[in-house]
């Protein structure tokens, strides 16, 4: 007799987990909406999941109330050659027609990046890496504002390949090259991959975009743009 009940057993307990699996619901994951490695890419995403029509807004980004300092301890930043890298303050995006003014921003009172007030300007995070330098150089700037589309209304449409040009103070030009372009979930958006030390010379880009949430009253995903620089001739 016992050596039928084992069996039943076995299959009574596959059949609970099977069930418990299948009832799962599933993880919020990151969208990949371009990448260098082909193996990651997910062309029909996007055209499965098409960008809901703007809703244009005044509301203070999410990256602004975003505590930074707890994640990072003095000399986390990776400290390099200083005339490896130039204090930005002009970028060009030629495939998606960006020519932007860059301002230095720093923390807010809530402990997060500071972003410029116009919707015309992009932000360069001055207390982390300058572009040209080894380690995550951060840019951000508005999908929209009150009355339209703002300076990284199109960044979305960025893919791998594409070209950043970032001009310095001293007049000399940085030429990143684009390796991803990735959706997060805007409250599980990797901040120590975007801001923390890495052995790349990185310029990473940051807007907000997917479906805007009434009731939280800010868009629902983080999009980032991953970068490194090109060989200098």
């Known amino acids: 007799m016992k050596r039928f009940v084992f069996p039943v057993l076995l299959g009574f307990l596959v059949f609970i987990v099977s069930f418990q699996l299948l009832d799962d619901e599933p993880l919020e994951e990151a969208r990949v909406l371009s990448s260098s ?7 029909t995403e996007t055209q499965e999941n098409p960008e809901p029509e703007p809703v244009y807004s005044d509301t203070k ?4 109330t975003t505590p930074l300092k707890k994640n990072y301890t003095s000399g986390t930043f990776v400290e390099n050659d200083e005339a490896k ?7 060009e995006i030629p495939s998606i027609e960006v020519d932007a003014p860059i301002q230095p921003q720093g923390y807010t009172k809530d402990g997060g990046m500071a972003v410029p007030d116009s919707v015309t300007d992009v932000g360069w995070f001055e207390p982390g890496t300058k572009p040209g330098k080894t380690g995550n150089s951060v840019i951000a700037g508005h999908v929209d504002g009150q009355y339209g589309p703002a300076v990284f209304y199109d960044l979305k449409k960025l893919k791998a390949g594409d070209e950043i040009l970032v001009h310095g103070k001293d007049g000399k030009m940085l030429t990143f090259t684009v390796q991803e372009v990735v959706a997060y979930p805007v409250d599980e958006a990797p901040l120590r991959k975007l801001f923390g030390p890495t052995n790349e010379r990185s310029l990473n880009l940051i807007t907000c975009t997917g479906p805007y949430d009434n009731e939280a ?15 200098q001739k």
């Open 37 to 43: 490695q082909e193996s990651q890419t997910t062309p």
């Open 61 to 64: 980004d999410s990256i602004e």
């Open 85 to 91: 890298g130039i204090t930005p303050v002009r970028m």
């Open 217 to 231: 009253q800010g868009y629902t995903e983080r999009l980032a743009v991953y970068t490194v620089l090109k060989e």
